[in-house]
């Protein structure tokens, strides 16, 4: 399996199982502009390299509603959506790697930046 293949499988597998979002391919002009947010995950092993996922605040407050169970009536913290990309990123860069190599281990560090 190559990486573009497996990194678009674990996103679409962790959206689906965890965030209850489905991955739809974007139509030409439909990408943003700019992206509010964005998480990095670095990782060590047989392999080195970082992960960088962005995100429009729209996709990262769902996200973080449904990865965390609040509804949309709540008040959906900074901290706490922050808190949720970091770890659909984790996510995605662990399922990514066991895809690839599952036989190895890795260390993983992720970071959020605004």
């Known amino acids: 399996m190559d990486v573009q293949a497996a990194l678009a499988q674990a996103i679409d597998e962790i959206l689906d ?5 489905y991955l739809d391919e974007a139509a030409p002009g ?6 509010d947010h964005y998480t990095q995950t ?6 080195r390299g970082t992960l960088t996922i962005c995100f429009s605040h729209p996709l990262a407050a769902q996200m973080a509603r449904n990865l965390i ?6 008040e959906l913290f900074e901290g706490t959506l922050e808190d949720a990309i970091r770890e659909f990123t984790n996510m ?3 399922r990514t790697l066991t895809l690839l190599s599952p036989e190895n281990a890795f260390e ?7």
Do not use: N, Q, Y
């Open 17 to 21: 199982k965890m965030a209850f979002l």
């Open 108 to 114: 993983l560090w992720t970071c959020v930046g605004t």
């Open 42 to 47: 670095t990782f060590a092993g047989p392999g």
């Open 92 to 94: 995605v860069a662990g």
């Open 30 to 35: 439909e990408m943003p502009e700019a992206f």
């Open 69 to 74: 169970g609040i509804r949309d009536e709540d």
